[in-house]
């Protein structure tokens, strides 16, 4: 099942001359895998998946798991108002990478 959609994915972008086709199979024991586009100049493209977490009192919950390249970014105030519903509260802090500072997470910081 997996070499026949790698097959239909490269006859597709053969036939319409493109390097671009959604979902493109990177990885044929883990078709799941999609290349994320980090602009690193070591490394430009990573694999794997994307994961926000929480942590509570030494425990760590998962708040999103993803396989796709998204802006995670737009996760952190999903991730807030999650925390708030399991501990009734926000959170004391957040740390997160530069992307998750924005204006409308600033904003909704404050």
């Not at 997996?2 to 490269?10: A, D, K, Y």
């Not at 990885?27 to 998946?49: C, L, Y």
């Not at 030494?58 to 737009?74: F, R």
């Given at each position: 099942?997996?070499?026949?959609?790698?097959c239909?994915q490269?006859?597709?972008?053969y036939?319409?001359?493109?390097?671009?086709?959604?979902?493109?199979?990177?990885?044929?024991?883990?078709?799941?895998?999609?290349?994320?586009a980090?602009g690193?100049?070591?490394?430009?493209t990573?694999?794997?998946?994307?994961?926000s977490?929480?942590?509570?009192?030494g425990?760590?919950?998962?708040?999103?798991?993803?396989?796709?390249?998204?802006?995670?970014?737009?996760?952190?105030?999903?991730?807030?108002?999650?925390?708030?519903?399991?501990?009734?509260?926000?959170?004391?802090?957040i740390?997160?990478?530069?992307?998750?500072?924005?204006?409308?997470?600033?904003?909704?910081?404050?």
């Amino acid at each position: 099942m997996v070499i026949s959609e790698l097959c239909r994915q490269q006859r597709d972008m053969y036939d319409k001359r493109s390097k671009h086709i959604d979902d493109r199979i990177v990885s044929i024991s883990q078709p799941h895998v999609r290349p994320i586009a980090r602009g690193k100049t070591k490394a430009g493209t990573e694999f794997g998946a994307k994961v926000s977490v929480s942590w509570m009192n030494g425990y760590s919950l998962m708040d999103n798991l993803g396989w796709d390249n998204y802006n995670e970014g737009t996760t952190l105030q999903e991730s807030a108002e999650r925390y708030k519903s399991r501990f009734g509260h926000y959170p004391e802090a957040i740390l997160a990478d530069q992307i998750y500072r924005n204006r409308e997470n600033r904003q909704y910081c404050k």
